[in-house]
């Protein structure tokens, strides 16, 4: 059993995330945290406690960061809609929100379980993980790994050179990046493999009840977006990715490299340099997720959607 906080900005495939979290039985999913990113503050935490409600979670969550560091505020709009998780109808949150801001409750769930034993998974900007960081400099070594969804390599995002998660707050990555702790990269380059296609699709609505249903409603949106937007042949569900390597590290292979973001460059401000042949002289900081299981990536998902629908 893997302990993990899901920190996140929903978002359509943040949504997935969540479910592939809470639905699969070798995770035990110690809470949710939100931080603005896709949408605001209060549109991705109502969106995280309506994901919640409509497939019966019941986990802690704890709103956190309103705005990144340093910069100035990105959304996607463009990509999650005017919700942050337009497409399907949001239920009404089935409970209250956790007091604490999200950085002191990663803080307290950390330091009040055995040394090693939690894992952070962000998804989204990581103000909140630099944030707790500040609040907690002992959380670093306390935690036993941290798998984040962010960068690119050899892809491009919403610019020719970064991703939105790390260009989003650029301070708050470079932050987690030069920690020190060990650290799971999960770039574009591996989630734009994890394609919601027409055959994904059909088979989560046909396996997946209501819940899956209302799952297929958000990836149509998402993938009509991204044809519009990013001409990609369907959604690419970044954030699971993250997760299913808790659960399968087959699920996708990785290298180590040394990790940098770029906080200067005019053109190239958030920008993951990724030294894989040690041309920088630093030593790794990261294993770099590259080649993805599809066919295990979707078992996984479909199977945690079966199961919260079962329950
Ligand atoms: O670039 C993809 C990432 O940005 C995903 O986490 C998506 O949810 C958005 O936050
Ligand atoms: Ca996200």
């Known amino acids: 059993m893997e302990n993990l906080i ?8 943040d949504a997935v995330a969540i479910l592939l979290a809470a639905g699969n039985p070798q995770l035990n999913l110690l809470g949710i945290t939100t931080v603005a990113g896709n949408q605001t503050l209060e549109k991705v935490t109502r969106n995280a406690l309506a994901v919640c409600a409509k497939a019966g979670i019941r986990v802690p969550v704890a709103a956190g960061a309103e705005r990144p560091l340093v910069r100035e505020q990105l959304i996607a709009g463009e990509i999650h809609g005017a919700s942050g998780l337009d497409g399907p109808v949001l239920p009404e949150p089935a409970f209250d929100l956790d007091p604490r801001p999200a950085a002191q409750f990663i803080v307290d769930t950390v330091m009040t379980q055995p040394a090693g034993t939690v894992h952070l998974v962000p998804i989204g900007p990581l103000t909140n993980i630099a944030l707790a ?6 959380l670093v070594s306390r935690v ?4 984040l969804m ?3 390599v050899g892809v491009y995002g919403r610019t020719p050179v970064t991703e939105f998660n790390i260009q989003a707050d650029p301070e708050a990555a470079a932050a987690v990046f030069e920690a020190g702790w060990p650290i799971t ?3 574009l380059d591996l989630t734009y493999q994890a394609l919601a296609t027409d055959e994904v699709l059909a088979r989560i609505g046909a396996e997946g009840g209501e819940l899956g249903t209302f799952v297929v409603e958000m990836l149509t949106f998402f993938g009509n977006q991204y044809r519009k937007e990013r001409g990609l042949p369907a959604a690419p569900v970044h954030d699971p990715c993250a997760v299913a390597k808790l659960i399968d590290p087959a699920v996708f292979t990785s290298r180590p490299a040394f990790v940098a973001v770029e906080l200067t460059g005019t053109w190239t401000w958030g920008q993951t340099v990724t030294d894989y042949r040690g041309q920088l002289g630093r030593p790794h900081n990261a294993e770099v997720a590259d080649r993805l299981d599809t066919v295990r990536f979707w078992d996984l998902v479909t199977d945690a959607i079966v199961h919260l629908h079962n329950s």
């Open 150 to 152: 962010g960068g690119a």
């Open 185 to 187: 990269m999960v770039p």
């Open 144 to 147: 036993k790994s941290v798998v």
């Open 6 to 13: 899901l920190d996140c900005d929903p978002g359509h495939d």
């Open 133 to 138: 960081m500040r609040l907690e400099p002992r």
